[in-house]
Each structure stands twice: as structure tokens, then as C-alpha cells.
């Protein structure tokens, strides 16, 4: 039996309904996620299905946390409180050992610096914790020469640049995060889930892969040690498989930045809208010439890490280029491993958001995305500037 299909969506986007309706068809029975846009800071799509979701459910969306986390790096870029080209060590003065000392706050916001994960790994409880994992990594010898290369820096990103920000400002980035992003803006995206929004977290489904998702993970293997092992913690033995990390209540009280966040996909669409154009009458939280300094590639094409092409702004994706060719360019977001995705692009004035509960294979955006995307795109074209 189809499932239903709840929420609204605006005149001329009748289509974007149709389509998550066609992605809910064909998914499993036990389906269960939610899609949401804006244009221009008006909400046009607010859609569920599912059993136990509706619009509030909050999922875990692993990497899309990034886009919180550097939503506040570029805050206190933007204020004058960080500066791109001043050396992490500046800041953070035990960074500088084993080499690391010219490491430039910019490109370790690109993904540049190769300090991707610790050669001794982290237990559940370290890697919840961010202060942990900085500390860590302080002493950590980088693995390329930082510069030359760059590298997905998966599960460690948000706690390097986590500790410039509780350096420089004495709080730690998802305090700022709350008391500047989140809260003002009614978020439904939290670094730091308290228990009394519990009941509103719906615990990632691991699930076996589709025969079609099998054998491409299959024509990638990894061995025990690749950077690729190293950067999501899977060099050590007994480590809990990534698609459990956001079901441990420790990951989510503390709101690890790189992928510890939940959130709803009007938290994630919610947040891009304000980030770009605002919404409910606040002004953005970002300049024109922010948003286009974070836009701006850094980094395209091999990712040590990952070992495809990619390509990386500021602390965020270059979305167009590594998803939707059809966005405008200058659109950035984050995707997470378990299918979601969030972006803004300010050129055409949609900001997007997408969460399901059953993980994607092999990670990152989940494939429906780019129907859903360009079912967006297309709607708000189609409907002008308003």
C-alpha cells in the first residue's frame, strides 16, 4: 500500500509534490523522510512520509552537520573575529607541531591541511567529542604535505575548526552556533540535542543494501589502513559502524560538528534560507560577499580521501559542481551519509533540504536528490523572481 504523503507546497510547485511522492513509491515500505524548500526566504515546499514523522521529526544527518559548524566560522569571518589567511597555530598554537605550523585557517577549511583522522583511531565516546578529538590531533602528523593535496577530512573538521572558533571567541563553536544561528531563527537543526527534544530524534535505520548499492560498494573496497579507513575511524578494531554514530545519545548531546547534528529538513533548508535571504522577517545571517567567499571553490577534483572527483568551498560543498550541475554557481551546502542533503543557491534564491532515516549507499546525498533538486530548481524558475 503507497504510503501518504503529508504537508503542503505552494502554487506552482505542485510538481516538487508529485516527485517526492513518485521517491516515496519507490523506496522500501518502512520509508520515512521529509523535504523542504524556500525561494527567496518564503517557504514553497513542506513535505513528510512515514510512520512516526512528520514535519518536527528530527534525523540524524551525519555530514550535513558541516553546514552548521561553518555556517559559524563564516559569522566570525565575517565580524572580523577570524581571518582566512592567518595560521590555524595563530590561534591554536599547539596545532603548529609535526609540521603543521603554516597551516593557513582557509585551508583547513578546504580540506587541505591532511590531517584527516589520528594513527591510533578513536574509541565511540572520543569521537562524540570533539575537545577530544582537537586535542588529538593537535600532536598528529599530517598525512600529506598540507597544501598539495586535499582530502576529505570526514569526521574531524568540525572539531579542528571547533577549537579556532572556542579559541578566538571562549565558547565552543556549537555554543555560538545556538545562541546566534539556531535559537533566533527557530531552527529545527540542533548541534547539541537536549533531552527534552528527545522525542523528536527517529534513530537511523541501518538496513542491508539493495543489490544495485552492493555491488558498487563492492568496486570499492578499502583496506585496513587507506586514508580512506583512517578518515572515518575504521582502522580500529571494534569500531562502531558510521551508520549507528548519530544513535548514541552521547553524539547527540554533544553535538559532535562534523557529524553528530539532527535535524529536521526544515531545520536544514531553514538555516540556508537564513543564511542567504532570511526568513520570518530577520535579515541574513551572511553578506553578499560572504556568501560568495564560502561559495568560491577551493579545492576540485581528486580527493585523496575519497578518491573521486570533488570540490569544496569554505567548510562546505561547491554543490553545483559536485551534484547539481544545474544550480547556479557560487550555490553551496553539506550532504550527509545518511542521504540527506542542504544547500543554498543564491543566484536563483532556493534554499533546500532533504532527510531519510534509512541510510544511503555508499554515502552522501541520497540518489533521489537530483529529481528532487531539479524538480525545485525548475518550479521556482518557472514561477520568476517574487
Known amino acids: 500500500m503507497a504510503q501518504e504523503i503529508h504537508g503542503t507546497v505552494a502554487e506552482g510547485f505542485e510538481a516538487v509534490r508529485e516527485e517526492f511522492a513518485s521517491v516515496v513509491s519507490a523506496e522500501r515500505p518502512d520509508y520515512a523522510g521529509q ?5 527567496r526566504g ?23 552537520s558541516k553546514g552548521a559548524a561553518h555556517l559559524v566560522v563564516a559569522l566570525l569571518v565575517q565580524d572580523g573575529t577570524l581571518e582566512l589567511d592567518r595560521e590555524v597555530a595563530h590561534y591554536w598554537p599547539e596545532f603548529a607541531a609535526e609540521g603543521k605550523s603554516a597551516v593557513t585557517l582557509r585551508e583547513l577549511l578546504a580540506h587541505r591541511a591532511g590531517l584527516v583522522g589520528s594513527d591510533a583511531g578513536f574509541t565511540l565516546d572520543e569521537l562524540a567529542d570533539d575537545r577530544v578529538i582537537a586535542e588529538r590531533l593537535a600532536g598528529q602528523r599530517p598525512f600529506w604535505r598540507p597544501g598539495t593535496a586535499f582530502g576529505y577530512h570526514a569526521l574531524v ?12 571567541t571562549g565558547r565552543t563553536l556549537q555554543e555560538v552556533y545556538e ?16 533531552e527534552s527534544e528527545e522525542h523528536r530524534y527517529l534513530s ?15 568496486s570499492t573496497p578499502r583496506g585496513p589502513h587507506t586514508l580512506a579507513s583512517i578518515a572515518f575511524n ?4 571494534g569500531a562502531v559502524p558510521l551508520v549507528d554514530f548519530p544513535n548514541s545519545r552521547a553524539v547527540r548531546a554533544l553535538g559532535q560538528a562534523s557529524a553528530g547534528g ?6 536544514l533548508a531553514g538555516m540556508y534560507a537564513a543564511a542567504v535571504g532570511g526568513v520570518n ?20 577534483g581528486y580527493d585523496l580521501v575519497a578518491r573521486a572527483h570533488k570540490s569544496y568551498g569554505l567548510g562546505f560543498q561547491a554543490t553545483a559542481d559536485m551534484w547539481h550541475p544545474f544550480l547556479g554557481a557560487g550555490a553551496f551546502g553539506h550532504s550527509g551519509a545518511g542521504g540527506s542533503q542542504g544547500f543554498a543557491d543564491p543566484r536563483s534564491g532556493v534554499a533546500y533540504g532533504y532527510t531519510r532515516r534509512r541510510i544511503a549507499f555508499p554515502g552522501g546525498a541520497a540518489p533521489e536528490n537530483q529529481r528532487l533538486v531539479l524538480a525545485v530548481h525548475s518550479a521556482a524558475g518557472r514561477r520568476g523572481p517574487s
Do not use: C, N
Request: aromatic content about 6%; proline content about 8%.
Open 157 to 168: 573538521i568540525g572539531a579542528l575548526t571547533g577549537e579556532v572558533v572556542r579559541r578566538v
Open 262 to 267: 539532527v535535524a529536521s529538513a526544515r531545520g
Open 35 to 39: 523535504l523542504t524548500a524556500y525561494v
Open 204 to 218: 537511523v535505520q541501518p538496513m542491508a543494501p539493495t543489490p544495485p548499492e552492493q555491488a558498487l560498494l563492492d
Open 281 to 300: 522577517g530577520r535579515a541574513a545571517l551572511l553578506k553578499p560577499d560572504t556568501v560568495a567567499e564560502v561559495g568560491q571553490i577551493h579545492s576540485v
Open 234 to 237: 575504521e582502522h580500529v578494531p
Open 42 to 64: 518564503r517557504r514553497v515546499v513542506d513535505l513528510w512520509a512515514g510512520a512516526d514523522t512528520d514535519g518536527d521529526t528530527l534525523f540524524g544527518v551525519f555530514s550535513s
Open 179 to 194: 545562541e546566534r544561528i539556531r535559537a533566533p531563527y527557530g531552527l529545527g537543526f540542533h548541534l547539541g540535542l537536549p
